[in-house]
């Protein structure tokens, strides 16, 4: 009788703390779509932080951008979500590798699966083997901030500054209305 007692509460205790670890999230990048699906639920350029909360519930940390809610980071599954300029659409999902101490990312490292087209993402991927892989054109903006240009649905490489590209640091997805804005704040 002991013994399935302390059968029965081991399993109880197992299950309360595995009930508190979130699932690891699986993220797949479609370009020829436009679309980012999150564990099966699909998102497009229209889609809005309300739309990714119904699946991700409420972020962990929101910041302001000049007064509004601007960054959502879900520290847990390692991604944030930033929305588009005086909008309530998401413009970009970035995934956290290496947190650098950047506030506006998720504070802890995604573990989840990432698909581009169905191909793994590896944060060990030099640019010039992700674009060989992905059969895609990167173009480095600044030091270690590589994208692909001028599509709908674009792919952001973050690397550390200060080391070889050899480990991303940060993986994002920006929509093309967001690529303008990123544009007008740089100049």
Request: aromatic share 8%; with cysteine.
């Amino acid at each position: 009788m002991k013994l399935l007692l302390l059968q029965a509460c081991l399993l109880c205790s197992l299950l309360l703390v595995s009930a508190a670890e979130p699932v690891p999230l699986r993220i797949k990048v479609d370009l020829a779509k436009n679309t980012i699906s999150i564990n099966e639920s699909t998102f497009t350029q229209y889609s809005t932080i309300e739309d990714y909360e119904r699946l991700l519930g409420k972020a962990d940390r929101i910041l302001q951008k000049r007064g509004l809610d601007h960054y959502f980071a879900y520290d847990q599954l390692g991604i944030a979500l930033v929305l588009k300029k005086d909008s309530d659409v998401v413009g970009e999902v970035l995934i956290t590798y290496l947190n650098d101490g950047d506030g506006k990312i998720a504070k802890e490292a995604y573990r989840g699966m990432l698909l581009v087209n169905n191909q793994p993402v590896e944060p060990g991927l030099s640019p010039k083997e992700i674009g060989m892989r992905y059969k895609l054109e990167l173009v480095e903006v600044m030091n270690g901030f590589f994208l692909t240009p001028m599509q709908q649905l674009n792919l952001l490489f973050y690397y550390p500054q200060d080391v070889p590209h050899t480990r991303i640091k940060q993986f994002g997805v920006r929509f093309s209305g967001a690529v303008q804005e990123h544009r007008q704040l740089s100049e």
